[in-house]
């Protein structure tokens, strides 16, 4: 064989490779944390109930979930939740979500939400700990409810998903991210 053949079966071979990789869609919870089974049932239910989260599922680097987020609201507004952050396929660390909020708002709600990163670089935004300031409009009634939400922005997308409440808002809020590193973990 030629100099030339052995370079396009290496090349070839190298893209075959890259698209059989491991994706955030192939993640297994850890069955002693509570917090990654509580996030596996939550991917389970999001993939079952919202169509048209498959493809970011398929398609993501990695993926930040957050089974439950509590939300209160009357004029000015609050929220918490901790998630855990899926990189490939392995967990790398967990992640808190604080999230202040003022407008038209007024309820109690409890959601579910998972951020899709499209690549590293977005990943790594996350785990810089920048600040993401955002404006969401929304009503939510029992477990139904419709959010006004982006797709790839910058390399993220947020898919939430309502557990229970009763919440109307239309509101700009601040969010906060803070990344937590498993220390037993490298990154892929």
Same mark, same amino acid.
């Given at each position: 064989?030629?100099?030339?053949?052995?370079?396009?079966?290496?090349?070839?071979?190298?893209?075959?490779?890259?698209?059989?990789?491991?994706?955030?869609?192939?993640?297994?919870?850890?069955? $002693?944390?509570?917090?990654?089974?509580?996030?596996?049932?939550?991917?389970?239910?999001?993939?079952?109930?919202?169509?048209?989260?498959?493809?970011?599922?398929?398609?993501? *680097?990695?993926?930040?979930?957050?089974?439950?987020?509590?939300?209160?609201?009357? $004029?000015? $507004?609050?929220?918490?939740?901790?998630?855990?952050?899926?990189?490939?396929?392995?967990?790398?660390?967990?992640?808190?979500?604080?999230?202040?909020?003022?407008?038209?708002?007024?309820?109690?709600?409890?959601?579910?939400?998972?951020?899709?990163?499209?690549?590293?670089?977005?990943?790594?935004?996350?785990?810089?700990?920048?600040?993401?300031?955002?404006?969401?409009?929304?009503?939510?009634?029992?477990?139904? $409810?419709?959010?006004?939400?982006?797709?790839?922005?910058?390399?993220?997308?947020?898919?939430?998903?309502?557990?229970?409440?009763?919440?109307?808002?239309?509101?700009?809020?601040?969010?906060? *991210?803070? *990344?937590?590193? *498993?220390?037993?973990?490298?990154?892929?």
């Amino acid at each position: 064989m030629t100099m030339r053949r052995i370079t396009k079966t290496l090349v070839s071979l190298s893209f075959l490779l890259a698209s059989i990789s491991a994706t955030a869609d192939d993640w297994q919870a850890d069955a $002693g944390k509570k917090l990654e089974v509580r996030a596996e049932r939550a991917i389970e239910r999001m993939k079952s109930e919202i169509e048209r989260s498959l493809p970011y599922f398929e398609d993501a *680097y990695a993926i930040a979930v957050w089974p439950g987020v509590s939300r209160l609201g009357f $004029g000015f $507004g609050g929220a918490y939740g901790k998630g855990v952050v899926i990189e490939q396929d392995q967990s790398v660390g967990t992640v808190g979500y604080w999230q202040f909020s003022s407008g038209i708002q007024a309820g109690l709600k409890s959601f579910t939400m998972i951020v899709f990163f499209r690549d590293k670089e977005a990943l790594d935004d996350l785990k810089a700990g920048k600040i993401q300031f955002a404006g969401q409009a929304g009503v939510d009634f029992a477990t139904m $409810g419709a959010h006004g939400t982006p797709t790839y922005n910058e390399g993220v997308a947020i898919i939430p998903m309502t557990n229970f409440g009763l919440m109307g808002e239309f509101a700009a809020s601040g969010v906060k *991210y803070n *990344y937590k590193p *498993y220390k037993d973990v490298e990154s892929p």
